[in-house]
């Protein structure tokens, strides 16, 4: 086997020193070759690719979309994508649904879990994934899947390749590399990854047994959310998103091809690993993002702005503001706002909230009951808020400010309503208690008091 890991990327010899392995920025056209000269240079398809390579285009978008959401990718490799595909046999996708999927009937109540347990038996990152919810159609590139995974051995001559979405990881628990065809990607809890549908890869479990989020995304591919009036820096900056370079595995041994399609999962028997790619140009290609770069902004004298402030990526849909997915991060900010209640207030919202915990305290919910590992839903214009304990800590608070350290929550929003899947209804893990929990607020209404409590 010559396996190329992490070879020195073309260009800025700078930048190799600050991400070794990586190159640095969003969407790109990035260029990159593990063996000198495997790249064609000023042309996609010569009659011969250097090194007896072949030509491979993925395309992320319609060849004609326009050039703002116009994705693809030449791939220069030792075998085409058709070489690595065979006789296909359906396999059991155990706990990994696809919209749409049949769901549990479930009351009009918010809904939260605890960690879910990493069981002791050998679970590939395949194998671990547990569909939480799913929305909209994938068929139809709407929608998207919430799900929890839990990993515990790695994928060894076992390759998988997701059509039906493109994958937002979240570790919270445990570090990850992933073997893409593109480059290796290393990500532990605090980053995360995405891989574009259609893209190669394997994970191997290298911190440990591991625990995370998937958001599988069925519609238009992450972006960044336009910063409008807030102008050219700060939330999520270009500059911190990394992409592997290329590197590639010349392995020829007996395999499986695992292929995620319409909803079903598929097997073929290989002879070869697919994640031949010695030398790749494109935009479209998986990176990784740390979340603790995240710059926030927000209110600086009173009041709240809505939390889409805080929207690290978005999946676009054809209704301009009403995204198919917002992901959305809570982490550590300062909190300066005057004469303001400063944790989230109550509200109804017609875009549904799945969310997780990284680390730390979410401040509306100091009340304990949201683990790290955790998991809620607040459904399609389900009412939601603080607990009694966040909203008599908050209206108490002498209103100096405060910073909010060591915490790392997140919001998968969807404009569609998230069907709750059989597992996600049944397991042990789902809190009973917690569709009351509003009911423990007290009433402070005086008609004689004016004044604020
Ligand atoms: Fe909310």
Known sequence: MNQQTRPAPVGDPVATQIHPGYLSGFGNGFETEALPGALPIGRNSPQKCPYGLYAEQISGSPFTAPRTTNERSWLYRIRPTV???GAFRKVDARL???????????P????RWDPVPIPAEPLSFVEGIRTMTTAGDAGSQAGMGAHLYVAT???????FYNADGEMLVVPQQGALRFRTEFGVIDVAPGEIVVIPRGVKFAVEVTGGPARGYLCENYGGAFTLPERGLIGANCLANQRDF??????????????????KWGGGLWAADIAHSPLDVVAWHGNYAPY?????????VGPILF??????????????????????IDFVLFSDRWLVAENTFRPPWYHLNVMSEFMGLVYGVYDAKTGGGFQPGGASLHNTLLPHGPDVDAFEKASNAELTPHKLEGTLAFMFETRFLQKVSHFAAETPALQQDYATYGRKLAKHFDPNRPEAR
Do not use: Q
């Open 288 to 296: 990784k993002y740390d979340l603790r770069k995240f710059s926030p």
């Open 303 to 324: 009041d709240h702005a809505d939390p889409s402030i805080f929207t690290v990526l978005t999946s676009p849909s054809e209704t301009p503001g009403t995204a198919n």
């Open 153 to 159: 051995r790695s994928m060894r001559d076992e390759y």
């Open 242 to 259: 990394l992409t592997p370079v290329a590197s590639y595995e010349d392995r020829d041994a007996p395999g499986t091809m695992l292929v």
């Open 96 to 106: 990994w649904l696809t919209a749409p999927a049949e769901a549990a009937e479930m």
């Open 108 to 111: 009009p109540a918010p809904l």
């Open 83 to 85: 070489m690595h595909w």
